[in-house]
């Protein structure tokens, strides 16, 4: 019922920038929390950035003052500014949407979706 489609994923040069996107669509009634978790190879999936409905925001310690999270909430759109990237920064980036959806006629579920996921390389 809900689809996340994210974009901006790439190949980028240490010390370099890049703007991840997400968009959710389908029959969304509300948008909690969005966030960005990011996989490197043999390592677990971890949270980079979360922002709340009230616009508050939470960072991983190994991203914070590198890196922006923001959202458009008429657009149901997620990004991710990341600066001064680094190596460790590469992983497969995944978008999350916490919210609910119609269900029905006057009725509404939770629904908590991910992304298929973009591949950001940082290397010279």
């Known amino acids: 019922q809900v689809r996340l489609v994210e974009s901006g994923g790439g190949l980028v040069q240490p010390g370099g920038s890049l703007r991840l996107s997400c968009t959710a669509s389908?029959?969304?009634?509300?948008?909690?929390?969005m966030g960005w978790y990011r996989q490197a190879p043999g390592k677990q999936r971890e949270l980079v950035a979360g922002i709340f409905s009230a616009g508050t925001t939470n960072y991983a310690d190994s991203v914070k003052g590198r890196s922006t999270i923001s959202r458009d909430n008429a657009k149901k759109m997620v990004f991710l500014q990341m600066n001064s990237l680094k190596p460790d920064d590469t992983a497969v980036y995944y978008c999350?949407?916490?919210?609910?959806?119609?269900?029905?006629?006057?009725?509404?579920?939770?629904?908590?979706?991910w992304g298929q996921g973009t591949q950001v390389t940082v290397s010279s």
């Open positions: 389908g029959n969304i009634y509300s948008i909690n929390a």
């Open positions: 999350n949407v916490d919210g609910t959806y119609y269900s029905g006629t006057f009725s509404v579920q939770t629904f908590n979706s």
